[in-house]
């Protein structure tokens, strides 16, 4: 199980998460989902300073340690994003 999603169970019903990821910054906001796309993990948070748009990391294991990485790559972003609208078009308005 990730840590981000021991960290929730810990915390009940404060989804807010915070980590720090490969580039060293520290992250802040609120847990979304964590979703499967081409078999890596990748998880969506929602920043609190956020314009309305949300953050995606993968979810890498290193040397026993649970890393975040960015993504960048716009076909996994789309692809990421798309997975996490369908799981949750009851839950949030994309209009």
Known sequence: MSELLNQLND????FTVS???TDGNTNKGEFLDIVLYEKNEYVI?????SEGYVDIFRIMHVNGKEVYVRVTDDKVLDGVFQIF?????DEFDFG
Not at 11 to 14: A, R, W
Not at 45 to 49: F, G, L, T, V
């Open 85 to 89: 609208r369908i799981k949750n078009e």
């Open 11 to 14: 915390d009940e019903l404060d």
């Open 19 to 21: 980590f720090r990821d």
């Open 45 to 49: 948070i929602y920043p609190e300073d």
